[in-house]
């Protein structure tokens, strides 16, 4: 049970170790400084800054399935991991260089960073269903959840209060902004830090790699795994339909991250003081909800955690679009977050019931390919929608369409069915 414990614990640490990229690069910071400083303009930051992560998106969706199979096939989860977690913590240190101007070596650096910290999620997803029964999944899911935002928060704060509060920073001047810039180094630092335990404690995958076979015969026989599995979509019927549905309500969360300080700034001209007040309550709220819906997974089940969760983040996407006051839109926030990590969390837990004991990489890979396959159209939209009505609200209505065809795909998910499935599967083993 120590044993358990600790490796439970050393995995939800990567959680904590890995939000800080989210909430310094992605949502609150950097997003937000290449729109006003390193761009022309707010508005050719905002669709430039889009194509970078549609770009992205792409990459991920292109990689996640391959790489996840293949990660199975050579039994070195923990060598992916490490690569991607390498190359994010370097290309994210790499973002303090940039400055006014040097547009596409700001938005290349952020592409590689972004992208090999998706694939990261991938093999670190697949952990999850060698540490947690599947009564248990929920709750363990949701500790990873909160704890990571909590490190997203810690990261925050950390940034905020030695690096963008004072008028003299820590070690960094306000010149050129480098004390901005700088958050980037925080995030490398923070990340290479708290992802250290879970490399000396998380198990190993349980399935050994193919005995002589060489890693260019493995990657081959990848392939012909995956493509067994596609023969075999039938039988994965429910695997398909939450990653179906996952397409679209994934869309509108990516956008929100990829735009809600933008949003912030631009429209109700939040400074970069604001914006991290506004991230810490954001963080505060999602790790609560994380949690507390993490025991409401395991009660009632994960589809209707998610229908729950994709409800909410309707209605409090709602709220922000119609937002007369700076007031109103903090409300927004809270609500995003109270919701936001239910979301995430249980869409994972529900896929780590669902997923069959050597699949795990594979189905996680498709996990991270729902996430971005058509990641491009959030972003996207939210781009063209601004710059067609001239207004970043335009933006944010078109973020209600994919938490609507989200929740409705999700009604079509038999949970009982996928689980009937994966115990058969595991039985079998």
Same mark, same amino acid.
């Given at each position: 049970?120590?044993?358990?414990?600790?490796?439970?614990?050393?995995?939800?640490?990567?959680? $904590? !170790?890995?939000?800080?990229?989210?909430?310094?690069?992605?949502?609150?910071?950097?997003?937000?400084?290449?729109t006003q400083e390193i761009a022309a303009s707010e508005e050719a930051g905002t669709a430039l800054w889009g194509n970078a992560v549609?770009?992205?998106?792409?990459?991920?969706? *292109?990689?996640?399935?391959?790489?996840?199979?293949? @990660?199975?096939?050579?039994?070195?989860?923990?060598?992916?991991?490490? /690569?991607?977690?390498?190359?994010?913590?370097?290309?994210?240190?790499?973002?303090? +260089?940039?400055?006014?101007?040097?547009?596409?070596?700001?938005?290349?650096? %952020?592409?590689?960073?972004?992208?090999?910290? &998706?694939?990261?999620?991938?093999?670190?997803?697949? %952990?999850?269903?060698?540490?947690? #029964?599947?009564?248990?999944?929920?709750?363990?899911?949701?500790?990873?959840?909160?704890?990571?935002?909590?490190?997203?928060? =810690?990261?925050?704060?950390? =940034?905020?209060?030695? *690096?963008?509060?004072?008028?003299?920073?820590?070690l960094f001047s306000t010149d050129g902004g480098a004390n901005v810039r700088a958050t980037c180094l925080l995030v490398a630092a923070? $990340?290479?830090?708290?992802?250290?335990?879970?490399?000396?404690?998380?198990?190993?995958?349980?399935?050994?790699?193919?005995?002589?076979?060489?890693? =260019?015969?493995?990657?081959?026989?990848?392939?012909?795994?995956?493509?067994?599995? +596609?023969?075999?979509?039938?039988?994965?019927?429910?695997?398909?339909?939450?990653? !179906?549905?996952?397409?679209?309500?994934?869309?509108?969360?990516?956008?929100?991250?990829?735009?809600?300080?933008?949003?912030?700034?631009?429209?109700?001209?939040?400074?970069?003081?604001?914006? $991290?007040?506004?991230?810490?309550?954001?963080?505060?709220?999602?790790?609560?909800?994380?949690?507390?819906?993490?025991?409401?997974?395991?009660?009632?089940?994960?589809?209707?955690?998610?229908?729950?969760?994709? @409800?909410?983040?309707?209605? /409090?996407?709602?709220?922000?679009?119609?937002?007369? #006051?700076?007031?109103?839109?903090?409300?927004?926030?809270?609500?995003?977050?109270? $919701?936001?990590?239910?979301?995430?969390?249980?869409?994972?837990?529900?896929?780590?019931?669902?997923?069959?004991?050597?699949?795990?990489?594979?189905?996680?890979?498709?996990?991270?390919? #729902?996430?971005?396959?058509?990641?491009?159209?959030?972003? !996207?939209? %939210?781009?063209?929608?601004?710059?067609?009505?001239?207004?970043?609200?335009?933006?944010?209505? #078109?973020?209600?369409?994919?938490?609507?065809?989200?929740?409705?795909?999700?009604?079509?998910?038999?949970? /009982? &069915?996928?689980?009937?499935?994966?115990?058969?599967?595991?039985?079998? /083993?």
């Open positions: 049970m120590a044993a358990s414990r600790r490796a439970v614990a050393s995995w939800a640490l990567y959680d $904590f !170790a890995n939000s800080a990229f989210n909430t310094l690069v992605i949502t609150f910071v950097y997003s937000t400084y290449f549609t770009v992205s998106a792409i990459l991920i969706a *292109l990689l996640s399935p391959v790489l996840g199979t293949l @990660a199975d096939r050579s039994g070195r989860r923990k060598a992916f991991l490490g /690569a991607a977690t390498t190359i994010t913590v370097l290309a994210t240190a790499a973002l303090f +260089f940039p400055q006014t101007g040097q547009i596409w070596t700001a938005l290349a650096l %952020f592409v590689l960073a972004n992208t090999a910290f &998706e694939l990261a999620f991938v093999f670190y997803n697949a %952990f999850l269903p060698d540490l947690a #029964s599947e009564d248990r999944m929920g709750r363990i899911s949701g500790y990873g959840w909160a704890l990571g935002y909590a490190g997203g928060l =810690g990261a925050l704060a950390l =940034g905020y209060a030695t *690096l963008i509060a004072p008028d003299d920073p820590l923070w $990340f290479a830090l708290f992802s250290v335990p879970l490399f000396l404690f998380a198990p190993e995958a349980s399935r050994a790699p193919q005995a002589g076979a060489s890693f =260019g015969a493995v990657f081959r026989n990848s392939f012909g795994e995956l493509a067994q599995t +596609f023969r075999a979509v039938r039988r994965y019927r429910q695997v398909v339909r939450l990653l !179906a549905a996952r397409l679209f309500y994934n869309d509108g969360l990516l956008t929100i991250f990829s735009f809600g300080a933008i949003y912030a700034s631009g429209t109700f001209d939040f400074s970069f003081n604001e914006i $991290f007040l506004f991230g810490i309550a954001l963080n505060v709220a999602a790790g609560l909800g994380a949690f507390v819906f993490g025991f409401v997974d395991d009660h009632l089940g994960g589809k209707r955690t998610l229908l729950i969760s994709v @409800a909410g983040l309707g209605g /409090a996407t709602l709220t922000a679009l119609v937002a007369p #006051s700076k007031a109103w839109l903090w409300v927004a926030g809270a609500l995003i977050g109270l $919701f936001v990590g239910p979301n995430q969390s249980a869409s994972r837990s529900l896929l780590g019931r669902f997923t069959p004991p050597d699949k795990k990489g594979e189905f996680f890979g498709f996990f991270a390919f #729902s996430g971005k396959a058509t990641a491009f159209a959030g972003p !996207a939209l %939210f781009g063209w929608m601004t710059a067609l009505f001239g207004t970043q609200r335009a933006g944010v209505a #078109s973020v209600l369409a994919f938490f609507a065809v989200g929740a409705a795909l999700l009604l079509w998910v038999d949970e /009982a &069915e996928g689980l009937r499935t994966a115990r058969q599967e595991r039985a079998e /083993a």
